[in-house]
């Protein structure tokens, strides 16, 4: 009854009070005791640092040296979660692109699947995927066309990652603001490559959200997180702490998206003097991108998907 009547007062408040639950840009520390560490099972080598060299705002962001092996895992987080929808907001930059192997780099505890265990978000196939523990449910179906209707994390660049939890079950996702089809599920949403997720009725009631970095094989990686913010409706990118991003040097000149272009997207052209140039392996096109769209001389932007395009 309690519970009741202070959600109805809290339905009482304009919306624009109690949103945003948590908003953390790091620039007065780690508060170690609001942002303790996680490394649930076991901890070989992982570690968690406030970095003072790069950051998405101002000069700090925290730091995850994840090491290989499953016993290299180190997470760190809060458990100030709302109840009902849960919207998580993070800045993050990761070393290394993910390889095959299945890795995590955001863990919630989520009673909903039983006594410690988790939700995760986190790789395989290269590409952007949610993991329930209970079961190894993934989500997207690990298919041709999963894999597809997901996208990578571009590596060595500070990226915009937004989820959704809600508490009918439905998980939405964005990269940089826009939506990734195939990490979206709920009612009314039609994913033809959720079938495996959807296997179960769980739905996740995560009890804290964790970042750093987790591997079940030997991919090591070093995560860098920055401007937090956890609330009860979506956030986006630039509110809730944190600053803009970085000014893009130049308007994008958009990779044709238009319908049936399923071939593969070849830049060739060389760059004019002064034109920013995307580095090997990075990011160079996709739905949304505003950075660089010419690759560096000795490689060629490739269209992997609607959502990335990559210099290979
Ligand atoms: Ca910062």
Redesign the pocket.
């Known amino acids: 009854m309690v519970r009741q009547a202070a959600l109805a007062a809290l339905a009482l408040l304009p919306l624009s009070l109690g949103q945003v639950t948590v908003s953390e840009?790091?620039?007065g520390g780690w508060d170690e005791s609001s942002w303790p560490t996680y490394a649930p099972d076991c901890n070989q080598g992982g570690r968690v640092s406030l970095d003072t060299s790069t950051?998405?705002?101002?000069?700090?962001?925290v730091r995850v040296d994840g090491a290989g092996g499953y016993c290299g895992h180190m997470f760190f987080g809060t458990k100030n979660v709302p109840n009902g929808d849960i919207y998580v907001r993070t800045w993050l930059k990761a070393s290394r692109a993910f390889t095959d192997a299945h890795v995590t780099f955001i863990t919630m505890p989520d009673p909903a699947q039983g006594t410690n265990k988790h939700l995760r978000i986190g790789g395989q196939n290269k590409i952007l995927m949610y993991n329930r523990e209970v079961d190894d449910a993934t989500l997207p179906d690990l298919s041709p066309q999963g894999v597809a209707s997901s996208a990578p994390l571009p590596a060595n660049q500070w990226v915009c990652f937004e989820y959704h939890l809600g508490p009918d079950g439905s998980i939405e996702t964005w990269l940089n603001g826009n939506p990734i089809s195939g990490l979206a599920v709920g009612p009314g949403v039609s994913n033809p490559n959720g079938g495996q997720w959807q296997r179960s009725s769980i739905k996740p009631r995560p009890t804290a959200v964790y970042f750093g970095w987790e591997s079940y094989g030997g991919d090591s990686n070093t995560f860098w997180y920055?401007?937090i913010a956890i609330g009860s409706s979506r956030i986006g990118c630039e509110s809730g702490g944190g600053s803009q991003p970085p000014a893009s040097t130049t308007s994008p000149s958009s990779p044709s998206t238009t319908a049936g272009a399923t071939t593969t997207f070849l830049t060739t052209t060389t760059p004019a003097p002064n034109e920013p140039t995307q580095t090997k392996y990075g990011q160079c096109g996709g739905n949304g991108y505003a950075g660089p769209t010419l690759c560096a001389p000795g490689s060629s932007c490739s269209k992997l998907n609607d959502w990335y395009s990559q210099c290979l």
């Open positions: 840009d790091f620039e950051a998405h705002s101002g000069r700090n962001s920055d401007d």
